[in-house]
Each structure stands twice: as structure tokens, then as C-alpha cells.
């Protein structure tokens, strides 16, 4: 479906096959138009003088290597972030969100949620894709003075960034509704958030910096496999 308007994509990525893949993917995509790629990675900076684009896709843990990456999202706030990672925790999510991309999906997203997944980052959306594998063992983090979830919460915030609804929560967890919403209150308190909307659209200039160290000290969440949502 063709929109109208045209959007320039990015990508940087260590891996050649990802960036050529993404290049294949968008050929026949009318929205969506490639403009460059990366390999190695380069700074934000560079890519976005460079190719100018609108939204650019790039390796998360390359990027949270990078000294001032923060900074340079922050300079480059026209232009729409998603990350392409290995890591599947929602605290890394959650944190990735709060920081400025619009998007997060893991290397194991298949071409069709990640074309999808672009297009909803032009049209306004939030994307997010969690790994499909079998779930990581748990390590054991000692709790933040600015955020204690417990396992429960932890795993209903993972939940909360796929976008489902309490009553989808209860089902998930075989608990009642009343629960569920009671749990969702809960996460909503001690992340310093009062909806859903606002936990993946955090205000950053308004966003104590608890905020931000609580979204980092959520452990142990139990991921959500294979559950694509948009929007």
C-alpha cells in the first residue's frame, strides 16, 4: 500500500548478510526507501549527515558501546531509531525506549514483522519484537532503591511492552482481571508512569532520572516469545 510519501532508511550493522537482507527486504516496499548501509557500524552523527534518512536501524549492543550515543540521539530527535539486537529482556527494551528509539527487534525477526515493523515506525507507532528462542536462564540482581519489582511485575511489564491488555495479562498468568489490573498499577507506580502510553513515551525532558535507573534495575523478567505488536 502506498501511502504517498516516501521514507529514507538507514541501517548500521556489523553483519554484511543483515545489512543486504534489509536492502532486499525494502526493495519492493513503495513507503520505504533504502539509502545507505553501514558495516561496520558508524557514529549516528556520520550516518545521518551522510544519508540523510528518516529512520535508521541500528545494532543495539554496538551502539550502547558507543561513548556518546545518548547525546547523539538527543541531537538527532527528526530522526526515527530502531534497534536491531540480540538481547530480548523488556528492561532492556523499556530502557532503549526511554532513551530514544522508537523500536526494538531482535536479529531473529522475520523479514515480514521487520518490513512491518518499519512501517509503523513512519506512520507514528512504537515496533517491538522479542526473540523467539527458548527463554535465557535468570540471574539473580540485587534490587534498586529506585525500582523493586517483584517477579510478577517484572513479568507483567513484559507483557505491558507487547501491549496486552489486562484481561489478555490475566489469561497469560491464570489470575483474575481485578489482579492483573492491580499488578499493572503497581509497575505503573514504582516506574513512575500513570498509563501504558506514557511508559513507552516517556517525556524525556520531564523523566526523573528514577525513572531511568528503574528501568535498568528491572530483573529477572520472564521474556515473551513470538508476540508481535504494533501501535
Same mark, same amino acid.
Given at each position: 500500500?502506498?501511502?504517498?510519501?516516501?521514507?529514507?532508511? =538507514?541501517?548500521?550493522? =556489523?553483519?554484511?548478510?543483515?545489512? &543486504?537482507?534489509?536492502?532486499?527486504?525494502?526493495?519492493?516496499?513503495? %513507503?520505504?526507501?533504502?539509502?545507505?548501509?553501514?558495516?561496520?557500524?558508524?557514529?549516528? /552523527? %556520520?550516518?545521518?549527515?551522510? #544519508?540523510?534518512? /528518516?529512520?535508521?536501524?541500528?545494532?543495539?549492543?554496538?551502539?550502547?558501546?558507543?561513548?556518546?550515543?545518548?547525546?547523539?540521539?538527543?541531537?538527532?530527535?527528526?530522526?526515527?531509531?530502531? +534497534?536491531?539486537?540480540?538481547?530480548?529482556?523488556?528492561?532492556?527494551?523499556?530502557?532503549?525506549?526511554?532513551?530514544?528509539?522508537?523500536? +526494538?527487534?531482535?536479529?531473529?525477526?522475520?523479514?515480514? /514483522?521487520?518490513?512491518?515493523?518499519?512501517?509503523?515506525?513512519?506512520?507514528?507507532?512504537? #515496533?517491538? +519484537?522479542?526473540? =523467539?528462542?527458548?527463554?535465557?536462564?535468570? %540471574?539473580?540482581?540485587?534490587? &534498586?532503591?529506585? #525500582?523493586?519489582?517483584?517477579?510478577?511485575?517484572?513479568?507483567? @511489564?513484559?507483557?505491558?511492552?507487547?501491549?496486552? $491488555?489486562?484481561? %489478555?495479562?490475566?489469561?497469560? @498468568?491464570?489470575?483474575?482481571?481485578?489482579?492483573?489490573?492491580?499488578?499493572?498499577?503497581?509497575?505503573?507506580?514504582?516506574?513512575?508512569?500513570? $498509563?501504558?502510553?506514557?511508559?513507552?513515551?516517556?517525556?524525556?525532558?520531564?523523566?526523573?532520572?528514577?525513572?531511568?535507573?528503574? =528501568? $535498568? &534495575?528491572?530483573?529477572?523478567?520472564?521474556? @515473551?516469545?513470538?508476540?508481535?505488536?504494533?501501535?
Amino acid at each position: 500500500m502506498n501511502h504517498g510519501q516516501v521514507h529514507r532508511v =538507514a541501517a548500521a550493522h =556489523a553483519s554484511p548478510l543483515v545489512l &543486504s537482507g534489509l536492502e532486499a527486504a525494502l526493495a519492493d516496499v513503495d %513507503e520505504l526507501r533504502h539509502v545507505g548501509s553501514w558495516s561496520p557500524p558508524t557514529s549516528i /552523527d %556520520e550516518l545521518v549527515t551522510t #544519508c540523510r534518512p /528518516d529512520v535508521v536501524l541500528m545494532e543495539y549492543e554496538h551502539v550502547v558501546r558507543t561513548p556518546g550515543w545518548r547525546a547523539a540521539l538527543r541531537r538527532h530527535e527528526r530522526v526515527r531509531v530502531v +534497534f536491531l539486537g540480540r538481547v530480548d529482556e523488556p528492561q532492556e527494551v523499556l530502557r532503549s525506549l526511554h532513551l530514544g528509539a522508537v523500536g +526494538f527487534l531482535h536479529h531473529s525477526v522475520p523479514v515480514p /514483522d521487520l518490513v512491518r515493523g518499519l512501517l509503523d515506525v513512519v506512520r507514528g507507532r512504537t #515496533c517491538i +519484537f522479542l526473540d =523467539a528462542g527458548p527463554p535465557p536462564p535468570v %540471574e539473580a540482581t540485587p534490587p &534498586s532503591a529506585a #525500582c523493586d519489582l517483584t517477579r510478577r511485575e517484572q513479568e507483567v @511489564l513484559g507483557m505491558l511492552l507487547l501491549r496486552q $491488555s489486562n484481561d %489478555e495479562i490475566a489469561e497469560h @498468568l491464570t489470575i483474575t482481571r481485578q489482579t492483573a489490573k492491580n499488578y499493572v498499577s503497581q509497575v505503573f507506580r514504582k516506574l513512575g508512569v500513570s $498509563s501504558r502510553r506514557e511508559l513507552l513515551h516517556l517525556d524525556p525532558p520531564r523523566a526523573a532520572s528514577a525513572t531511568v535507573s528503574a =528501568a $535498568s &534495575s528491572v530483573v529477572g523478567a520472564a521474556p @515473551l516469545r513470538a508476540r508481535v505488536r504494533h501501535g
